[in-house]
């Protein structure tokens, strides 16, 4: 069975200071794994996602993520936070063909601090 | 890049009434979408699946009598909020999957922001 835990429900940086989410996972097949980004009254949208390919995944706005499959992770991060990142980030995990099964994380709220 | 859009974006009714929010995507055919559910600082709860013309498949714990799903085309899925309550006041997004590519990536909708007086 999958599962996805994000272990902050919150983080609070001061802008110009690295960001960093943590995700883990459990999946019994090789997964997808996404971070999406959420701003208030606002859809979901896609930071990045590893596919098996590299483990290091960059993505938009500067934001980049490493798989772990050693230590089940896709923890997030930006070296220099800025005001603009402070939303909801969520965790993603997708595994399986055809009817797979996509499981969100609880999500982390990112403060920015001036 | 795909996009998928919703409307109404915010819809407000009385309770009793019946509610239908549309979900399209616009430049790609999707197979499959995916209507989710999110409560004030909660994530997102995925309610149903629906594959383009055949029958949506619930959660558990989600009425199917209670929220009925339409997938009639590639680009087309509808959610029918039935005699709708207060407690079904809640942001409801939809996704898309398309029938290209490496498949497992979704793409989001804005939401629908509903609340029943």
């Known amino acids: 069975a999958q599962s996805v835990t994000q272990l902050d429900s919150h983080v609070s940086v001061s802008e110009g200071t690295p960001v960093l989410l943590r995700c883990n996972y459990s999946?019994?097949?090789?997964?997808?794994l996404f971070w999406y980004v959420q701003h208030p009254n606002k859809g979901l949208q896609l930071l990045l996602k590893?596919?098996?390919?590299?483990?290091l995944v960059k993505g938009i706005n500067g934001f980049e993520a490493e798989f772990k499959k050693s230590e089940t992770s896709f923890h997030l991060t930006k070296p220099s936070a800025h005001m603009s990142d402070a939303a909801e980030y969520f965790c993603v995990v997708s595994e399986g063909t055809g009817g797979f099964k996509t499981i969100f994380g609880a999500g982390t709220r990112l403060f920015v601090k001036a | 890049g795909a996009v998928v859009s919703q409307h109404p974006s915010w819809v407000i009714c009385k309770s009793g009434t019946s509610v239908k929010i549309e979900c399209r995507s616009l430049d790609f055919q999707a197979t499959t979408m995916f209507w989710y559910r999110q409560f004030p600082k909660q994530s997102l709860m995925l309610m149903a699946t629906s594959n383009e013309g055949s029958k949506a498949t619930y959660e558990q714990g989600v009425e199917k009598d209670k929220f009925l799903i339409n997938h009639a085309s590639l680009t087309l899925s509808t959610l029918t909020v039935t005699s709708a309550h207060p407690e079904d006041s809640s942001f409801y997004i939809c996704?898309?999957?398309?029938?290209?590519?490496?498949?497992?990536?979704?793409?989001f909708g804005p939401g629908t922001r509903l609340t029943v007086l």
């Open positions: 999946s019994s097949y090789s997964p997808s």
């Open positions: 996704s898309a999957r398309s029938n290209l590519g490496e498949g497992r990536e979704q793409f």
């Open positions: 590893y596919t098996s390919a590299a483990t």
